[in-house]
């Protein structure tokens, strides 16, 4: 079974709206964490929240984090066009404090 | 603000050929860690390492990989004899604790 799976896989808003990406997992988690990933480039930390935690912010961003659903959100508020790209969850397992366990990616597309 | 560096940012290399990529990981942290990314799939953990040590591998992480911290400074991932299915974006990241971790830009191996 596959940890981290986000949806939706791709997504085109126009500058200035709100863009919600989810993610589900299947085993317990330590935290979980999203990370950014321009075309081709590095992976960016946008932001962690552990499983102790139910939202969390950072300046336009806003997680989410329901472990009874074993799932989580991304919003981006006030999308622009800077902010497209690829956008990923990773699970840190209970079981394991080492490895990131990813999802494929929501590709998100900000229309000018 | 410190970043991971890695090098080269672009290795072609013949199937059967020893590769060998270097990480420069960020100076007091203590985690390191390399991931890959085939194009278009997910990032895969290959391994972790703390304290002089691996800490975790997973099953791509087989006898043809290696991982060195030869000084204080550069970690290094070598694959002794690629094959074709190695060519992936290869991510080296590090962590002050078992936490968020940091990514260097990745190096893109192509094996041909």
């Known amino acids: 079974s596959q940890q981290g799976e986000e949806d939706p896989q791709a997504l085109s808003i126009q500058e200035g709206e709100n863009a919600t990406m989810n993610c589900s997992y299947k085993?317990?988690?330590?935290?979980l964490q999203w990370y950014r990933q321009n075309s081709g480039r590095g992976l960016v930390h946008l932001i962690l929240i552990r499983s102790n935690e139910r939202e969390k912010h950072s300046g336009r961003l806003r997680v989410t984090l329901d472990t009874s659903k074993k799932s989580s959100s991304l919003l981006i508020t006030a999308s622009r066009a800077a902010d497209t790209a690829s956008y990923f969850c990773?699970?840190?397992?209970?079981?394991?404090?080492?490895?990131?366990?990813w999802g494929a990616g929501t590709k998100l597309i900000i229309k000018p | 603000e410190p970043e991971v560096t890695q090098t080269p940012s672009h290795q072609v290399t013949q199937m059967g050929q020893e590769v060998i990529l270097r990480c420069v990981p960020i100076?007091?942290?203590?985690?390191f860690y390399w991931y890959r990314q085939i194009l278009g799939q997910k990032v895969e953990f290959l391994v972790s390492?703390?304290?002089?040590?691996?800490?975790?591998k997973s099953e791509i992480f087989d006898d043809q990989f290696s991982v060195e911290r030869p000084d204080g400074s550069n970690f290094t991932l070598k694959i002794r004899s690629t094959k074709l299915e190695d060519s992936a974006m290869y991510f080296c990241?590090?962590?002050?604790?078992?936490?968020?971790?940091?990514f260097g830009p990745g190096t893109r191996l192509t094996v041909t």
């Open positions: 990773a699970t840190a397992r209970m079981d394991s404090n080492y490895q990131l366990i």
């Open positions: 100076s007091n942290h203590l985690y």
């Open positions: 390492f703390y304290n002089n040590e691996i800490s975790e």
């Open positions: 990241a590090s962590s002050p604790s078992r936490f968020e971790q940091y």
């Open positions: 085993t317990s988690i330590n935290n």
